[in-house]
């Protein structure tokens, strides 16, 4: 009798345990270690200014930017002006916007720098804001905002000499590259 | 040992957060700019006063410029930098010269033509420039041959009745225009 009850207890544990362990066995849970690693990185793009020529491509890095037709006492486009006339040189200008975005980043600011591809066509000159360019990297900027556009000028000074003599061929888009590289500081 | 522990990790995450600071520093990107531009020649016309003539009252150094002889007579002072000439019992001319300057730009012409017209017409008075008469009919050549980027002195000359009334304002316009050759 004492064996029976003994053996009643222990079924009734046994069956206990197990509904225990079948409930157990409707949940799961479990631990994905994922690991992200997140590099920083910055683009640079060109935007039309308000008060400068409507850029082709705007909103890319590769742009382009056309004066139109500029002489030293004719008219000019819109965007486009003519704060100097020398008797060696005359300057156009227009306006164009930089915006350079940082992903991921604890950059503060960036340095922008600008070069021609090639030399400048003959008599022509070009500036971006007050640094004349030439086929080496110049820093125009050297805390530049991120994620905003960031006014520049360009600035193409061309000799009033005739063609042939100094001065630039008329009549003809005459067409340069500038590279400009912002790097993170 | 645990103050030791706390340590060794503030360390560990401080030069990782270092590590991540100087790979951000050196990021780049770049973009390139097509600028394209048509130079065109051009010439440009401006007056200026001239050293024996009337200094111009308004406007010396560009192309809108204002000439004032003032009080004339044929008899009378005239002012400095004005020629008088008197016609006895006709007319008298009053003269002083301006300066006319064109300068080129980005041009192969070798000189330009200046040509000058009343902007309306006078009956009464005859109006010349550098001894050619204008008048609002049609523009009146004025030299073929001018030189770029040199003041050319222009006698502006107005010849006046006598029977002009005393105290009448003569004013007209003349238009000049300078075409490169």
Known sequence: MKNYARIRTLMLTGLLLASVALTAQTTATGTINATLINKSGIALVFDSDPGGVALGNTGTAAASLNFGTVSAFGPLSAGVTRPTVLAGSYTVRTLFDVNVLQGGGGSPNYTLSANLAAAAPVGFSYAVDAVTLTTAAQNVQTNGAYGTDVQHSLNLTISTAAPGAGGPAVGAPLTTTINFTATAN | ?181
Do not use: C, H
């Open chain 2, 1 to 181: 040992m645990r103050k030791l522990t706390l340590i060794a990790i503030a360390t560990v995450m401080f030069a990782m957060v270092s590590s991540m600071a100087v790979a951000q520093a050196g990021n780049t990107a770049s973009g390139t700019l097509t600028v394209t531009a048509t130079v065109n020649s051009s010439i440009n016309l401006v007056f200026n006063s001239d050293a024996a003539g009337v200094a111009l009252s308004s406007g010396a150094g560009t192309n809108a410029a204002t000439l004032a002889f003032g009080n004339v007579s044929a008899f009378g002072a005239i002012a400095a930098g004005i020629t008088r000439t008197v016609v006895a019992g006709t007319s008298f001319t009053v003269s002083t010269p301006v300066d006319v300057l064109v300068t080129k730009s980005n041009s192969t012409s070798a000189n330009y033509t200046l040509k000058a017209q009343l902007g309306a017409a006078d009956a009464t008075n005859t109006w010349g420039v550098a001894g050619n008469t204008v008048t609002s009919a049609s523009a009146a050549t004025i030299t073929a041959t001018g030189t770029y980027g040199s003041n050319a002195a222009e006698a502006v000359a107005i010849t006046i009745p006598f029977t002009t009334a005393s105290g009448s304002v003569i004013s007209n316009t003349i238009n000049f225009t300078a075409t490169s050759n």
